[in-house]
């Protein structure tokens, strides 16, 4: 099962077409929404988790949408490390479901590869230092409950 965390902006003339749907119905995606602001006739933001059989089947459903005018912006861009305050303490590798996040041997130096992130932002709670953050917005932002 391919999965990916990805954040959709539908243009404000199609905010009322049935689009989630056709994912389950065309491209056989599972999704979870993570959150959404959609009004009619106003841009609408979704972030969701989609679950395909394959890449495959996630990228061509990401083709459809993105055919419609739907900007798609996976969450893994989103992930960011304040180099400045990570002190390389691994932390974050032994949480990382899927290796995004590692430590190169003999270095031992903590590496992140984006291409594997999911945006699970399972890193940004166990930070001990906050230096990962996740945006949902605009700006890069530590979740509230974090913040001492």
């Not at 989609?50 to 061509?60: C, D, Q």
């Not at 949408?65 to 900007?71: E, S």
């Not at 390389?88 to 130096?109: D, H």
């Not at 291409?115 to 932002?141: D, F, H, I, N």
Request: charge should be negative.
């Amino acid at each position: 099962m391919f999965t990916q965390i990805y954040v959709l902006r539908f243009p404000k003339e199609t905010s009322d077409q049935p689009y989630i749907y056709q994912l389950v119905k065309e491209y056989d995606i599972e999704f979870n929404i993570l959150k959404a602001d959609i009004l009619l006739q106003r841009e609408g933001v979704m972030i969701l988790e989609l679950k395909g059989s394959s890449k495959h089947n996630v990228n061509a459903g990401l083709e459809y949408l993105k055919g419609l005018g739907v900007q798609v912006e996976r969450l893994a861009a989103r992930i960011h490390r304040d180099d400045e305050k990570c002190f390389q303490c691994g932390a974050c590798t032994g949480v990382c479901p899927v290796g995004a996040l590692y430590i190169k041997r003999p270095s031992m130096e903590v590496l992140f590869d984006p291409q594997k992130c999911t945006g699970c932002s399972l890193c940004v709670t166990v930070c001990p230092v906050r230096a990962m953050a996740v945006s949902l917005a605009e700006e890069w932002v530590v979740p509230e409950e974090l913040i001492v």
